[in-house]
């Protein structure tokens, strides 16, 4: 059972759109949700994280919006580069620094 | 901050044969690790979580007479794949979270396995 579900699988944008991936959870307990950036053959990085108390959050380029009674929460990233061509995943977390239930993942491909 | 290193980056042996991966982390003390694999185009599945000083625990599915897992030192992990066969060929990665970065988890920059 996906505890986190994320839309869509793959998204394509021009250089300049902004890319939005969403993703949606059912346990009203998770209360720390962080989204990572990964790049072919290696390991997660993480871009940024927000907890239930906030509604968004935004650093450089990237933002999370959280809607917290529709219990989902969205990556926005304006002015998107083909350097962000990445996989994007969500995850959410019980707790501090518990286990992460991550979604499936999107591919985001940014055409110049 | 928060640097996690994994080694070795890619490995390639025989079937039949063991390889150990270690996950360390570099700048903080890592309370608690985190083991997971990945197959190509897909999410991160959890293999088990180890706090320092006590044995792992193993999620639902996860043999942990073929995945043994060390965490020794509030710095180094290691997951041990033992009698690896082909389709244990995969992508582990590992991650940290400390008393430093109690929040979240950072992640190391993976191993690929592959079993001849």
């Known amino acids: 059972q996906q505890q986190v579900k994320q839309s869509p699988q793959s998204l394509i944008v021009q250089k300049g759109g902004i890319s939005i991936i969403n993703c949606a959870y059912e346990?009203?307990?998770?209360?720390?949700f962080p989204w990572y950036q990964q790049f072919p053959g290696k390991g997660p990085a993480l871009l940024i994280a927000i907890r239930p108390d906030v509604s968004e959050k935004k650093e450089g380029r990237f933002t999370i919006s959280f809607n917290k009674s529709a219990k989902q929460f969205s990556l926005h990233i304006m002015d998107s580069q083909p350097g962000d061509s990445a996989t994007y995943f969500c995850a959410a977390s019980i707790g501090t620094g518990n286990q992460f239930y991550f979604g499936t993942g999107t591919s985001l491909t940014v055409i110049p | 901050g928060a640097v996690v290193s994994q080694h070795p980056s890619w490995v390639i042996c025989k079937s039949g044969t063991s390889v150990k991966i270690e996950c360390r982390s570099l700048d903080f003390q890592a309370t608690t690790m985190f083991w997971y694999r990945q197959f190509p185009k897909q999410s991160l599945m959890l293999m088990a979580t180890?706090?320092?000083?006590?044995?792992?625990?193993?999620e639902q599915g996860v043999e942990k007479d073929k995945f043994l897992i060390n965490h020794a030192s509030l710095t180094l992990s290691t997951l041990t794949v033992t009698s690896a066969h082909p389709e244990d060929s995969s992508f582990y990665i590992c991650s940290a979270r400390g008393l430093r970065y109690q929040e979240t988890q950072y992640f190391g920059p993976g191993t690929r396995l592959l079993v001849l």
């Open positions: 346990n009203t307990a998770f209360d720390y």
């Open positions: 180890s706090n320092e000083g006590s044995k792992a625990t193993y």
